[in-house]
């Protein structure tokens, strides 16, 4: 990434055969002002127009539950079923989903826009071939991650031949707060935004946020922003250790980041010193292709 002729009625005041006056038109500003009315069984688009709501729906789908019937997604949403079922007709009609053993599943259209991203999403074009190089260079595995919005999210990943499996692999949000992907970015967003993130972030009870008051949260990120990377050891993935530098976009707004990942020992034996090198050269080749 969301997302109606009869006689004219005579007024109970108009004496028969009086001619009756036109009746005032309201001014233009009145009728723009004028807010539509929500169809039944939906809210007002104010703060989420219904097509965000339906496409929303799709979020429902899981591993653990990846058929679901209509009812099922009405409870979810909060909608009534009537409602969702007008939603699973149209997300139907447009292959987003399947009707499955009495319920539906996620369907064909997504397959293809998720090839459609990877072939035409300008960062994912830029870094694609720099990312495969310092793959095959160091033999590890490099990833790319993406902002949007209050989400980060893996976009793309060169694999280094490991065939490991990533707790926080493409596709999947990362921890805003937890993670070298993450602190790369976050590191370098405006103050301001910085620090609304991390406010929202502790008032939904978000444990990275609440680990750390405001102060020492941006102390650390002065620090990662200073040092023009991020490196940690084990806080996604058990074992593994992370180096993360920013990718800027043609405004020079930090868009997302791009890490080398890999075992304890083996980073070790590759020396930090020259990855961290590397991982920044080949950041600064996307972000300056990206201009």
Not at 12 to 38: D, H, M, T, W
Not at 240 to 248: K, Q, V
Request: hydrophobic share 40%; net charge positive.
């Amino acid at each position: 990434m969301s997302k109606l002729s009869k006689a004219k009625p005579r007024p109970r005041n108009q004496v028969i055969g009086q001619a009756q006056r036109p009746a005032r038109k309201p001014a233009k500003s009145q009728i723009s002002a004028r807010k539509p009315v929500a169809t039944r069984g939906e809210k007002s688009d104010e703060g989420g127009s219904s097509l965000s709501r339906m496409l929303g729906t799709l979020q429902f789908f899981s591993r653990a539950e990846p058929v679901l019937s209509a009812e099922a997604i009405a409870e979810r949403a909060g909608v009534p079923t009537s409602t969702a079922y007008r939603y699973v007709k149209q997300l139907t009609n447009a292959g987003l989903l399947i009707r499955w053993k009495g319920g539906f599943a996620l369907g064909p259209r997504i397959m293809e826009l998720d090839l459609q991203i990877r072939e035409c999403d300008p960062v994912i074009v830029a870094a694609a071939e720099p990312m495969a190089e310092l793959s095959r260079q160091t033999g590890l595995e490099v990833l790319l991650s993406k902002l949007y919005g209050r989400t980060i999210i893996t976009v793309h990943i060169e694999t280094g031949g490991s065939g490991r499996t990533l707790k926080f692999g493409r596709g999947r949000p990362l921890p805003l707060f937890r993670g070298s992907s993450s602190k790369s970015i976050v590191a370098f967003l405006p103050a301001a935004r910085l620090r609304k993130l991390h406010e929202e972030a502790r008032a939904n009870g978000d444990k990275d946020a609440l680990a750390q008051d405001w102060p020492t949260f941006y102390e650390a990120m002065l620090s990662t922003r200073k040092a023009g990377y991020s490196l940690t050891k084990g806080e996604l993935n058990s074992g593994i250790e992370g180096i993360s530098a920013p990718i800027f976009g043609g405004d020079r707004d930090v868009i997302g980041s791009l890490t080398l990942i890999g075992d304890l020992g083996r980073m070790a034996m590759l020396r930090e010193e020259a990855l961290i090198e590397v991982v920044q050269k080949t950041t600064d080749l996307i972000s300056e292709s990206l201009k």
